[in-house]
């Protein structure tokens, strides 16, 4: 079984910036989609955004589009999550996602392998 973890979470001030990180282990990095969701409390896991193989091709939840950027370093086994312009409805736990069994991409399900989180707090 692979191994996810993140890094990379803190505290901000609303319309800064925060860099995660996933390094994965004991998984095949380099195949298959890569995603990160987030959970904030009393709400559901949604989909941040999802990057493929090849580093390519990424989709974005529309709350995020044009302030995060997802992406791979496949040679580090490493998933990036660069974050700018941070708002308190960011305010969650971020999780990365791999092993993906395909489909939509912001559906939790599809993946079977995930970190622990790392928590970011957005103060206005």
């Known amino acids: 079984q692979g191994r996810l973890e993140e890094s990379g979470g803190g505290s901000v001030q609303a319309g800064g910036p925060l860099r995660l990180s996933c390094a994965a282990s004991?998984?095949?990095?380099?195949?298959?989609?890569l995603a990160w969701f987030r959970q904030a409390p009393g709400k559901e896991r949604e989909g941040v955004a999802t990057?493929?193989?090849?580093?390519?091709?990424?989709y974005y939840a529309d709350s995020v589009k044009g302030r995060f950027t997802i992406s791979r370093d496949n040679a580090k086994n490493t998933v990036y999550l660069q974050m700018n312009s941070l708002e308190p409805e960011d305010t969650a736990m971020y999780y990365c996602?791999?092993?993906?069994?395909?489909?939509?991409?912001?559906?939790?399900?599809?993946?079977?392998?995930w970190g622990r989180g790392t928590q970011v707090t957005v103060s206005s």
């Open positions: 004991q998984i095949s990095f380099s195949m298959g989609r």
């Open positions: 996602a791999a092993g993906s069994t395909g489909g939509n991409w912001s559906r939790a399900e599809q993946f079977l392998v």
């Open positions: 990057i493929n193989s090849g580093g390519v091709i990424t």
